[in-house]
């Protein structure tokens, strides 16, 4: 079945020490998102890729960055996890920018930072 | 005022009844539509997608979009327990490009 990936399941970091999540997809979707999810609170986009274009939101902390070497793969990197960072996070795809008929989503990586 | 806002819940209801599950929205900009499911530790899925007024179908559940008061809900009937979830609401408009979420209700359905 065509699906998005995200590892690991859970991800449990100590403060301050850099750390990345990984997503992966077989639908060959153009667009790849990463949402921030914590407890009882909407999904927060952070950014998206539409192919190789970067698009950063404008609230995003710096410490969130991204890559997607290609169009299977997208990588979250924080760089120096605070306790704050703790969440769900979610990648997601769409078959092309305008997402009109929804995302697919993976079942994320849940964080910890100790 | 959110973009967005959703009753966060938590619904608790008896096995077999109708549920109701309700957004509202301030920006007449959204043009579509949708419903996910999250269930506990998963990520969300595309449960419902409506782009105009009026009610949309698809087995159990019934989406229905009011554009004039800026209102959409999502009816389920004879609820079951694997129903039992966080229902999102996410609208779309074409200006960014990107869906915006509402903080989800929490659905319990006992047996």
């Known amino acids: 079945d065509a699906m998005v990936i995200q590892n690991p399941r859970y991800q449990v970091t100590q403060f301050g020490k850099p750390v990345t999540l990984s997503c992966s997809q077989t639908?060959?979707?153009?667009?790849m998102y990463w949402y921030q999810q914590k407890s009882s609170q909407a999904p927060k986009l952070l950014f998206h890729?539409?192919?190789?274009?970067?698009?950063n939101e404008a609230d995003t902390p710096d410490n969130f960055q991204s890559r997607r070497p290609n169009t299977s793969f997208c990588f979250l990197d924080i760089r120096s996890p605070g306790l704050g960072d703790a969440a769900m996070y979610l990648c997601?795809?769409?078959?092309?920018?305008?997402?009109?008929?929804?995302?697919?989503f993976g079942s994320g990586t849940r964080l910890t930072v100790v | 005022q959110k973009e967005v806002e959703q009753d966060p819940g938590p619904l608790s209801v008896p096995e077999g009844a109708i549920v109701s599950l309700n957004c509202t929205y301030s920006?007449?900009?959204?043009?579509?539509f949708m419903w996910y499911r999250q269930y506990s530790r998963k990520g969300p899925e595309l449960l419902m997608y409506?782009?105009?007024?009026g009610n949309k179908e698809d087995g159990r559940f019934t989406a229905q979009v009011d554009k004039s008061s800026k209102y959409i809900s999502l009816f389920i009937r004879d609820s079951q327990p694997s129903d039992s979830a966080t229902y999102l609401c996410?609208?779309?408009?074409?200006?960014?490009?990107?869906?915006?979420f509402g903080k989800g209700t929490l659905l319990t359905v006992n047996p």
């Open positions: 996410a609208m779309w408009r074409g200006s960014n490009y990107k869906l915006t």
């Open positions: 920006n007449s900009a959204f043009q579509y």
């Open positions: 997601a795809t769409s078959r092309d920018r305008l997402g009109r008929d929804g995302y697919t």
């Open positions: 409506t782009y105009s007024s």
């Open positions: 639908l060959n979707h153009n667009v």
């Open positions: 890729y539409y192919d190789k274009d970067f698009n």
